[in-house]
């Protein structure tokens, strides 16, 4: 595996522990990535069995970030990486913890099926959303598997359609509800899996910021989009 | 000062770096206290002014975030901490995280205030859970002054408070909803109010998870209260 964005180091090992938490994190990246999925299909197409199989797998998740983390604090105590070094150990620290949120995201959604399932059998308008904000999350993970920050900033970018989205799915349901006041507690469990997605998109574009905080040395969190672009095609440090 | 779970180190100026970051998270924090008193307040006493104060206001709070994981990092090139000082810098990392984040919520809450206050000038019922999560920061903030794991137990502990208090409002809502559906858009930003309260409960009890990470170098994020408890009254690393 090619990875020359990673400085090589006289330590063969120190080489092969940056590499191994690199490509841990896109390990359980692929975990969260199918909690996703399982948790939108199961939603879109009424499926408990998926529910109750991301419900049931969050502790995955949740362990792979506890060992994660783990190896990063040792890494930082047996190495003392400066540099680039140290910024991927922390862009490490930090997706892992949104990756987790992600995780729990997704497990809300898997309970929001569950709840909804018992309540009707009907489909969720949630499914352009629910793509969009995978993709997201697929990308945002590509973007850290390659380290590639114009990738970062076009995912980021994407966030924007997610909001958007949203917006429109709470705006037609509360018109929903207000129109069939019976159906507003099968809304409401709608309501919260379009916010979870929202939330997901949110934690991808974070994902993003911790790409181009790694190559670039740069801090985007708080910047624009068009200020997060022009880091990213700035010179490398 | 008095901070005896701080180790002395012969560098003086290192001692003073580490109680600085230290004293800085609790500076951001009160800064974030008062966002979220003010954004609690405009919702429930119906002030627009102290609504319009929260939503401006959020940058210093990112700023502080910024400048804060700035300073983190520098200590981790310079000093290359080890043990209980890595802990507190990685700590101070994870907390700001949560901060900068509760903020975000606090500026949620003051712009639905803004949306709420348009529609009506009826007061939203979210005092009782807003000024249950206010004390939860607070309480965090407190453990996190004192690194105290006994108060962080006890203030994770609370967050069960402010699940079930969430879960009232959301059902009373609801109930609300279905018998006058005119009222839905309404509801609807009290909904999302008591959802961000709850948000930040979870928050202030990670930061206390982190004061239990710092003194007893155990990570109890994924660990049940009662476990929680028991790493806490455990000995000292």
Known sequence: MEQSFFKQHISQRFNTELEE?????????????QQLADAVTAMVE?????????????????????????????????????????????AVIKTITDLERIGDEAERIGRMALHFLELDR??????????????????ALDAFARMDVEQAVRVAQQDIHADSQYEVIVYRLMDQMMS???????????????????????????????????VRGKNVRHTSYEQMAEEATGDRH
């Open 21 to 33: 938490i690199h490509s841990r994190v896109l390990s359980m990246g692929g975990l969260v990535e």
């Open 46 to 90: 009424t499926r408990s069995e998926l529910a109750e199989k991301v419900v049931t797998s969050d502790y995955k998740v949740n362990a792979q970030e506890v060992e994660l983390d783990e190896e990063c604090t040792e890494i930082l105590v047996r190495r003392q990486p400066t540099a680039s070094d140290l910024r991927l150990v922390l």
């Open 122 to 139: 009907q489909t969720a308008p949630i499914s352009e959303l629910g793509e969009h904000v995978r993709g997201m999350l697929h990308g």
């Open 180 to 214: 069939s006041p019976e159906a507003i507690p099968r809304a409401m469990d709608v309501v919260w899996t379009a916010r979870s997605l929202e939330r997901i998109g949110d934690r991808a574009r974070n994902i993003c910021e911790y790409v181009v905080y790694f």
